[in-house]
């Protein structure tokens, strides 16, 4: 009868970096997220109303002083939007929904 040999690897985790200065992090505020949650609260069935979430991140986004951009492919659309840091030689951040 063979055997058969299962190695075990051992998984450290990485070191998260403590935080000493919470100033430095965006203040978000509950009730305007909930305002945003609430204008989005629509359904997104048909063109017409995917497009109304479209104009309203669009709006947002420009009010907050990003330069939003559609993107179109063959099932929908993106929206890119670009926003200067506080560190002018960081990278981009990418976010997308799962």
């Known amino acids: 009868m063979a055997t058969s ?3 075990t690897l051992e998984i450290q985790p990485k070191t998260v970096p403590k935080v000493n200065n919470m100033e430095n992090f965006p203040q978000i505020s509950s009730g305007l997220l909930f305002d945003h949650i609430q204008n989005l609260n629509f359904r997104r069935y048909n063109n ?3 497009s ?4 309203y991140i669009t709006k947002e986004l420009e009010k907050i002083g990003w330069k939003p951009a559609i993107q179109k492919f063959n099932r929908g659309f993106n929206i890119f939007a ?3 840091g506080s560190n002018k030689d960081a990278g981009a951040i990418l976010i997308c929904p799962l």
């Open 5 to 7: 040999k299962v190695e």
């Open 48 to 50: 017409g109303e995917r």
């Open 52 to 55: 109304r979430t479209r104009i």
């Open 82 to 84: 670009e926003g200067q």
